[in-house]
């Protein structure tokens, strides 16, 4: 959960880009700084373990990185990754379709978003513009908390994923996920 407005957490952001666009290490650097400054961490539970797993997947993003230590954070990736396939389902089942019709419109927004900052000389605050309205449509769902854990979790596996070519914890990822679903159906 961030601590200022979705207002001013856009305009930060897309500073930061437009500051740093042609130094990667400067801007991630900036970015991450700001997300742990500016992040109010949950107290316990799902949210706070997907947030661990967010700040794990950004720091794999670092730059300058070394390949065995980003291998080592990958395994961390992984390790987070696993347990939470399976809390991430099970939190799943208890959501309205209030909460789902939610994740099914932030989704296709955050994957436009992906795809539309990819592009050469992108509008950062156009692509950001479009997030102006989550907070407010977050605060409707029936199950916040949950909602916000589950969107946050797919997007940084998206972003892993888009990064690395691969779904964190690989096949063990997959296979957690498929017992979590398979286990809906008891």
Request: charge should be negative.
């Amino acid at each position: 959960m961030i601590r200022q407005s979705n207002l001013a957490v856009r305009q930060r952001i897309g500073t930061e880009i437009e500051t740093y666009r042609n130094s990667s290490q400067e801007l991630w650097v900036g970015l991450r700084d700001f997300a742990v400054t500016n992040c109010v961490r949950g107290q316990s539970g799902l949210l706070r373990d997907v947030e661990d797993f967010c700040f794990a997947v950004f720091d794999c993003l670092e730059p300058s990185v070394s390949r065995e230590e980003r291998e080592q954070l990958m395994i961390h990736v992984g390790a987070l990754a696993v347990p939470l396939n399976l809390r991430i389902v099970d939190a799943g089942q208890r959501l309205t379709a209030s909460d789902n019709a939610f994740l099914v419109k932030w989704n296709i927004v955050a994957g436009t978003s992906m795809v539309a900052v990819r592009q050469p000389n992108p509008d950062v605050g156009l692509i950001l513009s479009a997030f102006a309205s989550f907070d407010s449509e977050l605060r409707q769902v029936d199950h916040s908390e949950s909602v916000l854990a589950i969107w946050l979790y797919a997007l940084y596996s998206t972003i892993c994923a888009s990064a690395f070519g691969t779904i964190p914890a690989g096949v063990l990822g997959i296979a957690s996920l498929g017992v979590g679903l398979a286990s809906l159906e008891k």
